[in-house]
Nanobody, 111 residues
Framework: EVQLVESGGGLVQAGGSLRLSCAASGFVFPTYTIGWFRQAPGKERELVARITSSGTTHYADSVKGRFTISRDNGKKTVYLQMNSLKPEDTAVYYC?????WGRGTQVTVSS
């Protein structure tokens, strides 16, 4: 059974930082692209960043230069380091592999 478990969310002031983690199990982790998505109230879910099996990364324009995605294949974990957070980053953040999703972790940025 594929499992993706997010952690690390919380409440932070604008300009602050958080690091999200996505712990994976149930599949051959190193061979898959893993993505972070987010969904704010009343908005559609959107891609934040993704990292391929070879370590190639892609970011949404809105987070470029502020967020960094990385992976540790030994720990089967993908990280999202979020710096210079803005109130518009407030959302539930989800980890994704193909059609599989975690339950999400809430990130709230206060102004």
């Amino acid at each position: 059974e594929v499992q993706l478990v997010e952690s690390g969310g919380g409440l932070v002031q604008a300009g602050g930082s958080l690091r999200l983690s996505c712990a994976a199990s149930g599949f051959v982790f190193p061979t898959y692209t893993i993505g972070w998505f987010r969904q704010a109230p009343g908005k559609e879910r959107e891609l934040v960043a993704r990292i391929t099996s070879s370590g190639t990364t892609h970011y949404a324009d809105s987070v470029k230069g502020r967020f960094t995605i990385s992976r540790d294949n030994g720990k089967k974990t993908v990280y999202l380091q979020m710096n210079s957070l803005k109130p518009e980053d407030t959302a539930v953040y989800y980890c994704n592999r193909d059609d599989d999703w975690g339950r999400g972790t809430q990130v709230t940025v206060s102004s």
